[in-house]
């Protein structure tokens, strides 16, 4: 990171989503407007839809990084974070659309809360529904279990996504999640042996045990159009499995993780969990 001369730095890592990146691109630069100083990044991960081409051309107040490979959701934020200059980082998925609003909302909520390291928002699907998990607690062992006989036995959800107050939590999703630059320095930004998947749990983890908390605000929203691809993409679902070993081999040990495997992964509850 450089020296703060922006109040935010957006960075946003794309790949193979030109259609959706033009619309969250006109959406964020449009809230940028609205604030005194603040700056675009985007990572493309060597798309093949000729998505970088796309920004050089239409968009040319945009800082763009090119990929040569896909190096993945974490080591290309990173390289976001690196370039930024930002007091405030927000890590922006493509697949999103902000209102006008949104950025100095979330500026005025860090500034008024000194302690939050991170902060996520509410994630509204395009048809106006919340979408869950965008927000929750570590996911420990006990924790899995308790959500698979509250989803499986007792077929409700574990949380309430649509709180209707701030609160704290344990992890914010990385889809729209907003980070204070001094505590990134202090923490080190995303873990690069996560290809996808848990990096914001990774982190979320790390901002708390240096003594930040990390907020969930419903008071801001941005509408998110992902979420399916874990589902139908087996690749995918080998890197979500992957990533959630990785982080319990490193938060909890390898105890952990081999019953994690015992348990969960023989039945696939991993991924009917938290799709």
């Not at 449009?30 to 603040?38: D, V």
């Not at 239409?58 to 370039?83: P, R, W, Y």
């Not at 939590?169 to 729209?176: L, R, Y």
């Not at 080190?188 to 042996?193: Q, V």
Request: net charge neutral; aromatic share 10%.
């Amino acid at each position: 990171m450089k020296g703060q001369s922006h109040d935010i730095s957006v960075i946003i890592v794309s790949w193979n989503t030109v259609a959706l990146l033009k619309e969250c691109l006109k959406s964020v630069l449009k809230s940028l407007q609205c604030i005194n100083k603040g700056e675009l990044i985007v990572v493309d991960n060597s798309s093949s839809d000729n998505s970088a081409l796309f920004v050089e051309q239409e968009f040319t107040e945009v800082h763009l990084i090119k990929n040569d490979k896909n190096l993945g959701f974490s080591k290309a934020n990173n390289q976001g974070i690196e370039a930024s200059s930002g007091r405030y980082l927000l890590l922006l998925n493509s697949d999103t659309v902000v209102n006008e609003d949104m950025l100095p909302n979330l500026i005025k909520f860090m500034d008024e809360n000194p302690d939050a390291g991170a902060c996520g928002v509410r994630l509204i699907r395009p048809d106006g529904t919340v979408q869950p998990f965008g927000f929750g607690k570590d996911p420990t062992l006990g924790y899995l279990i308790k959500r698979v006989l509250t989803s499986f036995i007792l077929h409700k959800p574990l949380h309430n996504w649509s709180p209707d107050k701030v609160i704290e939590s344990d992890w914010v999703s990385g889809a729209c999640l907003m980070l204070r630059s001094e505590v990134i320095r202090h923490t080190g930004p995303l873990d690069e042996n996560i290809f996808m998947y848990f990096e914001d749990n990774d982190l979320c983890l790390r901002i708390r045990k240096a003594g930040w908390k990390v907020y969930y605000n419903p008071h801001i929203s941005v509408i998110h159009i992902g979420g399916q691809s874990l589902a139908k993409n087996p690749e995918a679902q080998t890197a979500y499995n992957h990533s959630l070993q990785y982080f319990y081999k490193k938060n909890y040990g390898l105890l952990q993780q081999l019953m994690l495997k015992a348990l969960f992964f023989p039945y696939r509850f991993t991924i009917r969990v938290f799709s």
